[in-house]
């Protein structure tokens, strides 16, 4: 009886895994500069006190 060949892989029929990332956007930290623009322009936003 013949031993079984071993399985030889194609080359490149799949892409190489790539390590898996959050799916999730990385929250921007505004600047005080920034925030304070974007509040001026939101005054819906602004703290109650």
Do not use: I, N, W
Not at 13 to 38: D, G, H, I, M, N
């Amino acid at each position: 009886m013949k031993p079984p060949s071993k399985p030889t892989r194609p080359a490149q029929t799949y892409a190489q895994p790539t390590p898996r990332v959050s799916r999730q956007k990385q929250a921007k930290v505004l600047t005080a500069a920034e925030r304070a623009a974007f509040l001026a322009g939101r005054p819906d936003l602004k703290p109650k006190s």
